[in-house]
């Protein structure tokens, strides 16, 4: 297929994950991460080819392993890699990241605070290994290349796109482990929709993002302090509290009982530790709703962490305490962002 100077340039960076994966056959739909193999980006591009009917697209690639194996160390190292590309091509109008699901959200939420550039940045991955009988990798592939070219898209943040969804980085989360239907935006629903006829936007996130700058500021080799998530549950008490604490953890994230309350037990240690020092954010293991400033929130100086969900709260708390944001500052991110 001949490739014109007219169609929009977008870069495809591969980090690895079930789009860039072969099962052992045709029906490996879940012992591929360990057993099956992972191709370049270029082979994907080999084996989806209508995505040159959509731009011209350069391959770079950056890892090739599942997303459970990323660390906050290589989210730094991806966003260098993003800038270099913006910075270099001028006229790029897209970025498109293959990138596994497991911990895609992070790594979108991460980006979605701390870069700043031009070009649309979108994550995609696959619940399907692209050699499987009924994969949704190529439809995927192309529906992130149609987001990523088209001009309506920039402006609204770090998108994700799969399963012809639009999802801004902020608000989804996976929600299921085998279903094409895993990513979700719970309480706020989907930006827009990549349809046969178009990509077409329905709303926007709507949030001031004044700490973006502060994070955007961090340099290339910022070392994330240590912030451990603590999962509630009936009975829970100080162990993992502090186990976390010995282990070094500069703030901690509560995953709450519903509607954002650690387990009886757990209060003391928590209590505890904002009395050293450490910031506490309370969040709830519930798949949706806010955690609100309650007075238990502001008499115990809990940080309520509204919306987010546990694991994107412990990367702007991290983030927050990287950039020596101070206590009294702290909160102040969780109703900004």
Not at 115 to 144: C, F, T, Y
Not at 169 to 193: E, I, M
Not at 270 to 280: D, K, S, Y
């Amino acid at each position: 297929m001949q490739v014109t100077s007219s169609k929009p340039r977008v870069v495809l960076i591969g980090t690895g994950g079930t789009m860039s994966s072969l099962g052992t056959s045709s029906l490996d739909l879940m012992d591929y991460p360990e057993y099956g193999t992972k191709i370049s980006p270029e082979e994907i591009l080999g084996r989806v080819p209508e995505v040159k009917q959509i731009a011209n697209v350069e391959t770079v690639p950056f890892r090739s392993v599942g997303s459970t194996a990323l660390t906050p160390a290589d989210w730094f190292a991806l966003r260098t890699r993003i800038r270099e590309l913006a910075d270099d091509q001028p006229d790029l109008a897209g970025i498109v990241i293959v990138h596994g699901t497991a911990t895609l959200e992070e790594t979108a939420f991460f980006l979605d605070l701390t870069l700043n550039v031009s070009p649309v940045i979108v994550l995609v991955g696959a619940q399907r290994p692209i050699s499987a009988v009924g994969s949704d990798a190529a439809m995927n592939l192309v529906g992130a290349m149609r987001v990523a070219a088209d001009p309506a898209s920039r402006g609204r943040g770090v998108l994700v796109v799969l399963n012809d969804e639009i999802h801004a980085a902020r608000d989804v989360v996976k929600t299921a482990t085998l279903r094409l239907q895993t990513f979700r935006s719970a309480d706020f629903g989907v930006l827009g929709v990549v349809d046969p006829d178009g990509v077409h936007y329905y709303r926007r996130v709507d949030r001031p993002q004044i700490p973006h700058s502060v994070f955007c500021e961090l340099a290339d080799d910022t070392a994330v302090p240590r912030v451990d998530v603590l999962y509630s549950y009936a009975g829970a008490d100080e162990t993992f509290i502090d186990a976390a604490l010995d282990k070094g953890a500069r703030g901690l994230v509560s995953a709450g009982l519903a509607p954002g309350i650690p387990a009886k037990a757990e209060q003391a240690a928590l209590l505890a530790a904002v009395r050293q020092g450490i910031p506490v954010v309370q969040c709830s293991r519930s798949a949706s709703g806010r955690v609100a400033a309650r007075r238990y929130l502001r008499e115990t100086g809990f940080i309520p962490g509204g919306d987010f969900s546990p694991q994107k709260a412990r990367i702007l708390l991290a983030l927050g305490l990287a950039a020596g944001v101070g206590h009294e500052g702290l909160p102040e991110l969780f109703i900004q962002c």
